[in-house]
């Protein structure tokens, strides 16, 4: 049966899938190799013409303070307009103001004497060619003359009301910072491909599992429990898809057999029939090898578990599209809404979405199973809309606050409806499959949200991105209502007990040392770095370093690529050795170690270094932390503890993920945001080291360490 259901439909879904895919990523590849020469072409006549509109705009002021009557060489505060255009206009490298024979009088963003040289080797070619770029060379550096480069320089001139020249505006660019622009473009393209095609698959996944895998999954079912002699009848199938007819006629063969056997059996207990007793007999006989009559509810239809998936990778992706740049834009608000400092109130919001997120999971988690998972999720999806909106359109800071909490307690209804529906349509034998398949759309939300979401935020803005999240929210409500059962008693009986078991073992397990050991030196410490470093510091400091937003979205996936690509790799060494204690220790050893550089050279560089050194220490350490509270908390007071431990486990690391920002922010407002870089990587060490102690000591006792 197993080879006829991979004939039936796994070799042909996954030669359709690799052919789909496969021509998406040609089709998209193609478009960008043809397209690539025109928009590399292009790029330097488009910074041309900005240098020339800044220095048409920056002649015009200057002419304006000299239609006043102050003289050329009495204007004053023009270097700190300068600096004030430089600081504000993205890839200008200089800006001078020199006189009619070229004499240097202010310049900002090069060295005067360095200019003044370049000036006077090709003066008569830019007073020849005013408005058009002309290259001059310049040396990199004043102290080192031996280096040098070329500049395009722009020179404009400032006239007064009477059409006399006065004076020459010079803007200039290092054509290199193309090169740069370009080089980044490429990883642009790369990323949105790489996005494009993980998105294109969770939607082929969803569609083709509807309409194609999961209507042949049902035939292959039904057939094989009719070769294994079940002929329970489910009843007439009355869906559409491309099996419907296949599945009628099995259910019209199914009822028949059962209909004939029911027949048979009812003439042969007629009173006045003849021979009855051997047909009886034989009837009996058939009745014990096979089963037959109604399957009013021993017999569990195939459910739709990837249905789901489409769903959770839509909020997911919605939620971790402001990732790369929510601590900068923050930071900008509480600038001009709020008197603490601006480390401190851009952590606040996130802390307060995470502390709401956490702390509402299990009332979201019993709301869910009362009302239906379909009313929850569109609960949850329409506050993750209103809190993003609210995110993206307010100015004051304690509305956003407020915004931030909605979109948090959002995100815990959705989380919970989806699981819930996980659970509902699962058993023991097949449960681990459905939770990896809502784990899979989770960590493909995170390989390629981030970065999606730092190219559009150079495009769009920071509140472009926001609305686009609180619109992908919305979009999520007519597919859910398509999608999902409104099942409210399927996970009654099994929450009720998790209930029960969570609540008549909380106060052991809060005496079990083993589990606060691993909870309070493990599993805290490590969600403190995740949600203070990963999400709060690192945009503040690539920004404060100068990467754009789209660059901040690529070093933020890397983390997700390394904990999905090393996380089954980890949890296979971690079964097989059964070394999970030694996993957790590696693991937060090394992402505590590996943030410790930064301190020696502050850039990007050693930014990336913890971001690989957490990605790896977390992918150690996530799955063995779970395996290791289950085995503490599996026998309690004679009861099977393992679900409410696990739930008290996640409230307790989530608090830990809510204290992060702000530990992050506190330290930062002491020491900066890269000195509180290392400093968390020393206590995540610390706490790494003790925990080892700690557990050493208590197996002293009973004898285990694992």
């Known amino acids: 049966m197993t080879l006829m259901k991979n004939r039936l439909y796994v070799a042909a879904t996954r030669s359709f899938f690799i052919f789909t895919l496969l021509l998406m990523l040609f089709s998209q590849a193609g478009v960008s190799i043809v397209s690539w020469p025109g928009i590399k072409g292009k790029l330097i006549p488009e910074l041309d013409r900005k240098a020339l509109s800044i220095s048409a705009s920056v002649s015009t002021k200057i002419a304006r303070a000299l239609d006043y009557g102050i003289p050329l060489e009495g204007l004053t505060g023009v270097d700190a307009f300068f600096d004030e255009v430089l600081e504000q206009t993205e890839g200008i490298s200089y800006l001078a103001l020199s006189k009619l024979d070229g004499t240097v009088m202010v310049s900002r963003g090069v060295d005067d004497k360095a200019l003044q040289q370049a000036l006077s080797a090709s003066f008569s070619t830019i007073t020849g060619a005013l408005g058009s770029p002309v290259t001059i060379s310049l040396p990199e550096s004043p102290s080192v003359s031996k280096k040098i480069r070329n500049f395009r320089n722009t020179a404009f001139k400032v006239l007064q009301q009477e059409e006399i020249d006065a004076a020459l505006v010079h803007v200039g660019f290092d054509p290199r910072y193309a090169e740069r622009m370009i080089s980044d473009l490429k990883y642009d393209v790369f990323i949105v491909l790489l996005a494009s095609l993980l998105i294109g698959f969770e939607i082929l996944l969803a569609v083709l599992n509807r309409n194609f895998i999961g209507p042949l999954q049902s035939v292959a079912s039904r057939i094989e429990r009719m070769a294994a002699g079940n002929f329970l009848s489910p009843g007439i199938s009355s869906s559409s898809n491309i099996a419907a007819g296949l599945n009628a006629k099995i259910d019209r063969i ?16 007629r009173p006045k029939q003849t021979a009855a007793e051997p047909v009886l007999a034989a009837l009996e006989s058939i009745r014990a090898k096979f089963t037959l009559g109604r399957a009013a509810e021993t017999l569990a239809l195939h459910r739709d578990i990837v249905r789901v998936r489409m769903l959770t990778f839509i909020f997911m992706f919605a939620s971790m599209l402001s990732r790369p740049f929510l601590p900068v834009y923050l930071a900008e608000i509480a600038d001009r809404s709020s008197t603490l400092s601006p480390e401190l109130t851009s952590s606040i919001p996130i802390t307060v979405y995470l502390a709401c997120m956490a702390l509402s999971m299990p009332y979201a988690g019993r709301w869910s199973d009362h009302h239906g998972r379909r009313n929850s999720y569109a609960l949850g999806a329409l506050l993750m809309a209103a809190g993003l909106l609210g995110t993206a359109l307010t100015g004051n800071f304690w509305l956003l606050v407020v915004s931030r909490a909605v979109e948090g307690i959002g995100y815990s209804v959705l989380f919970m409806s989806c699981q819930g529906y996980v659970v509902d349509n699962t058993s023991t034998e097949n449960r681990s499959r459905g939770v990896a398949t809502f784990v899979s759309a989770i960590m493909v939300s995170e390989v390629c949200s981030p970065a999606v979401g730092g190219v559009l935020a150079d495009s769009m803005g ?28 399927a996970s009654d009986s099994k929450e009720n007990q998790s209930d029960i078991a969570g609540r008549t073992g909380g106060s052991s397990l809060l005496r079990n040392s083993r589990f606060m050991a691993i909870s309070i030196f493990a599993a805290i410490p490590a969600k403190i770095l995740l949600s203070g470093f990963l999400i709060f510091l690192t945009p503040v400091v690539l920004a404060k370093f100068g990467s754009s937003t789209s660059e901040i979205g690529r070093f933020a996936i890397i983390y997700g690529i390394i904990a999905l690509a090393a996380m089954p790799f980890f949890s296979m060494i971690g079964d097989r050795y059964r070394c999970h204690f030694l996993l957790v220790i590696a693991g937060g050893l090394i992402s505590g170690i590996c943030l410790l550089p930064i301190s020696i050279e502050a850039s990007p560089r050693m930014v990336l270094i913890g971001i690989v050194g957490l990605g790896l220490g977390q992918a150690m350490s996530i799955s063995s932390q779970l395996t290791l509270v289950s085995r503490s908390v599996q026998q309690i007071d004679g009861r099977e503890n393992a679900s409410g431990g696990l739930g008290l486990f996640r409230l307790i690391e989530r608090i830990g993920g809510a204290l992060g920002p702000v530990i992050a922010g506190i330290i930062a ?38």
């Open 462 to 489: 920071y509140r472009g991105v926001l609305a686009i999240a609180a619109l992908l929210s919305l979009l999520a409500l007519p597919l859910a209502w398509k999608l999902l059962a409104n099942n409210t008693n």
């Open 669 to 706: 407002i002491r020491m900066g945001p890269v000195s509180a870089i290392p400093i968390l990587g020393a206590l995540m060490v610390s706490s790494t080291l003790l925990c080892l102690v700690i557990t050493i000591w208590i197996s002293k006792g009973d004898g285990r360490i694992d």
């Open 254 to 269: 199914i009822a028949h057999i059962n209909e004939t056997y029911s027949c048979a059996l009812a003439a042969a207990g």
